[in-house]
């Protein structure tokens, strides 16, 4: 079996029922595994989505009082460009181009605990990077841990109940995972602690760092602004938080087809490019499906990129010593090529090329 079809530990439910089709679980049956797996007294190898989602309920009382204290105009506002541009971002330049997929390289590991901790901690790397491979493989087909056509809470709630690793890997397999997370500066569990923890990374590491993160930047904020610019920012990144689980639902189209012409060129699955996304973190899709390891995704002059904009500021300074992009390719495989056709097409009686394509790259 290929390495990708089993390092994820597959839901109760499974990937796919006895013809090959996607098993789309019911309501009941989702909350069932994701109370399930966040149940740490059933197996402490249960431990990192419940210390994923412990972040996150961590945060909500700063949310809270953010919102019953502190809520004014200014607040409002940095509340807004933290949670929606800034963690937004920072989450497209680490765990999304770097961290999954190695778009660019730092001259040595300061710029690279640098950039790990520009923000609130929320999501653990392990959690996101090697489901994030394994999403790529199986885009919007059985096997893919947060595939649309499986619903809004299949989605929501892929981080507990299909993006953690399997708890029963081979020596050589977990070896495998290492080498996907190697270069993220993530220390890994020997085999034995995997095999006693169920996880890539060690809790009581992961606990250090996240409490090292935290209590930097509250006193960072506090300095800054006091607790009211403190409990905003910290409130914004609980925000972020739970929106940030919408995206991969919303960015495959819901499960339909709502790719436009011209506007998406990589058809073998529904990934779109969607504004919002795009401008505030950088997440222009359907670009990144046809591109994968590009630094860049905002190809077009109207696809505002703030994480390509930071690395190329970096590359810039000496931080980042490699990077890769892809844009000519773009241009010269995908936007040209459409221009060229749809400017014959004007004077043709025969129907458009394009017309078809869709069509044809999905047999």
């Known amino acids: 079996m290929p390495f990708l079809d089993h390092v994820l530990q597959a839901p109760s439910y499974g990937w796919k029922d006895e013809q090959g089709n996607l098993v789309k679980p019911s309501v009941k049956q989702i909350f069932s595994e994701f109370f399930s797996r966040l149940n740490i007294m059933k197996t402490k190898k249960n431990w990192l989505p419940f210390f994923s989602w412990l972040k996150v309920f961590c945060l909500v009382p700063f949310f ?61 790397e392990e959690i996101y990077v090697i489901s994030h491979h394994v999403h790529h493989s199986k885009s919007d087909q059985p096997g893919d841990p ?40 993530v220390k890994a569990n020997s085999y034995a602690q995997y095999q006693r923890w169920g ?83 950088g997440e222009w899709h359907n670009n990144h499906h046809l591109f994968p390891k590009s630094a860049r995704s905002g190809f077009k002059p109207h696809q505002v990129d703030f994480a ?28 040209l090529p459409y221009k060229e056709r749809k400017a014959k097409d004007k004077h043709s009686p025969f129907p458009s090329f394009l017309a078809t394509r869709k069509s044809m790259n999905r047999i």
């Open 64 to 124: 809270i009082i953010f919102l019953f204290y502190f809520l004014n105009i200014w607040t409002f506002l940095a509340a807004f460009v933290y949670s929606m541009i800034i963690m937004g971002t920072h989450g497209t330049i680490w765990h999304h181009r770097y961290c999954t997929h190695g778009a660019y390289k730092f001259r040595n590991k300061f710029w690279r605990v640098f950039t790990q901790n520009l923000t609130i901690n929320v999501i653990p």
């Open 146 to 185: 947060y595939n649309a056509n499986a619903g809004f809470l299949y989605c929501f709630l892929a981080d507990v109940n299909h993006q953690p690793i399997a708890k029963n890997l081979s020596e050589a397999d977990y070896n495998r995972v290492k080498m996907l997370m190697k270069h993220t500066g």
């Open 199 to 281: 996880s890539y990374v060690n809790p009581g590491r992961a606990i250090l760092c996240w409490a090292l993160n935290w209590i930097f930047w509250y006193t960072a904020f506090y300095l800054i602004g006091g607790h009211a610019l403190a409990c905003s920012l910290f409130g914004a990144a609980a925000f972020w938080a739970v929106g940030v689980r919408t995206f991969n639902y919303e960015g495959h189209g819901k499960g339909e087809d709502k790719q436009r012409e011209g506007t998406d060129y990589n058809h073998k699955d529904n990934s779109v490019n969607q504004l919002w996304p795009g401008i505030v973190a």
């Open 308 to 335: 390509w904009y930071y690395i190329k500021l970096m590359s810039m300074l000496g931080a980042i010593s490699q990077y890769k992009d892809y844009k000519k390719q773009f241009y010269k495989e995908y936007h």
